[in-house]
T-cell receptor, first 113, second 110 residues
């Protein structure tokens, strides 16, 4: 089955700096890569996703890049704000029918004011 | 509000008991899921279900069973609860790729 690795496990940045979280996946058939933000006591919230036919996608301060050849994808957050502090999860799936998500182990991001 | 909802939010029970967690989505999605998040925050798929098929993660004990009375609901039944079942359980739903998660149910088995 799919195996998703995520680094780093913790990340602290100063407010206004950029944060980068990286993931690798093992199954070359995976074609859908979402990123989730989980705040304390809440469910994961989809913040951005990318499909395998796209190399980069941007939504305001958040961007995701995908390298299919190397089987890795990354989340970039620019101009970080204290409210960006949360646990971020990457995931991978084969987006056909019921697409079970295989999650990375999470990155706890702390933005220091 | 359109959303995925779960009840109860907290569930404390003793070993050996049978319990259920309810999930409802009003997003009109046709596929629903259950995930387990352990104490280290690791999220793992347990089941996915639509009106055509149930896909069970092979690592899930058969004490766990999903039941869907209709497209908007996927309830999770757990028999003979064990200490290791303590975790946060999330329901999710999707129409195509994007999955939306409920707020979670924290299950504590004592």
């Amino acid at each position: 089955g799919e195996n998703v690795e995520q680094h780093p496990s913790t990340l602290s940045v100063q407010e206004g700096d950029s944060a980068v979280i990286k993931c690798t996946y093992s199954d070359s058939a995976s074609n859908y890569f979402p990123w989730y933000k989980q705040e304390l006591g809440k469910g994961p919230q989809l913040i951005i996703d990318i499909r395998s036919n796209v190399g980069e996608k941007k939504d305001q301060r958040i961007a995701v890049t995908l390298n299919k050849t190397a089987k890795h994808f990354s989340l970039h957050i620019t101009e970080t704000q204290p409210e960006d502090s949360a646990v971020y999860f990457c995931a991978a799936s084969i987006s056909t029918g019921a697409n079970n998500l295989f999650f990375g182990t999470g990155t706890r991001l702390t933005v220091i004011p | 509000d359109t959303a995925v909802s779960q009840t109860p939010k907290y569930l404390v029970t003793q070993m050996g008991n049978d319990k259920s967690i309810k999930c409802e989505q009003n997003l009109g999605h046709d596929t629903m899921y259950w995930y387990k998040q352990d104490s280290k925050k690791f999220l793992k798929i347990m089941f996915s279900y639509n009106n055509k098929e149930l896909i069970i993660n092979e690592t899930v004990p058969n004490r766990f069973s999903p039941k869907s009375p209709d497209k908007a609901h996927l309830n999770l039944h757990i028999n003979s609860l064990e200490l290791g079942d303590s975790a946060v359980y999330f329901c999710a739903s999707s129409r195509q790729s994007e999955q939306y998660f409920g707020p979670g149910t924290r299950l504590t088995v004592t």
